[in-house]
């Protein structure tokens, strides 16, 4: 049992690592804001012309804002995965999460594959169980 909680403690350290690169690389989309921003104000064109660039500009924000709140929450879920990991509760929630992070490669992946095989250990799920 020691070494589960040890292994447990390990994962939420690496959950809180990876969601602080989350939410680094979910900082991107803001040049795609500013560069939408700049479009729709008509700093990059002709200020007159009602072509194109307004509705690319319009079309830059809204994709920027949600890729930006996607990846917000994606790092906030997955700081809450490992303090949840640490806790011992929400097995479904880390479970999830560890699915999840398999796309967010290369970090993401080898962090949700760990915690998969950790979580799936027949001597870990009476630790959630408990509380």
């Known amino acids: 049992m020691a070494t589960d909680n040890e292994n447990l403690r390990l994962l939420a350290v690496f959950h809180y690592v ?9 900082l991107f989309p803001v040049f795609h804001i500013t560069m939408g921003a700049l479009m729709l104000s008509g700093r990059l064109g002709d200020p007159n012309e009602q072509g194109p660039d307004r509705l690319f500009g319009m ?3 809204v994709m920027g804002l949600c890729m930006l709140v996607l990846g917000i929450a ?3 879920c997955m700081a809450l995965a490992g303090r ?3 806790q011992h509760r929400s097995y479904i929630f880390c479970l999830v999460m560890a699915a999840l992070s398999c796309a967010f490669f290369p970090f993401g992946t080898v962090l949700g594959v760990f915690t998969i095989i950790v979580l799936q250990k027949d001597s870990v799920r ?6």
Do not use: E, N
């Open 18 to 26: 990876v969601a602080c690169l989350a939410g680094l690389f979910s």
């Open 59 to 61: 079309l830059f924000i």
């Open 74 to 76: 994606y790092a906030v």
């Open 84 to 86: 949840y990991l640490t």
């Open 126 to 131: 009476p630790l959630f169980d408990r509380t």
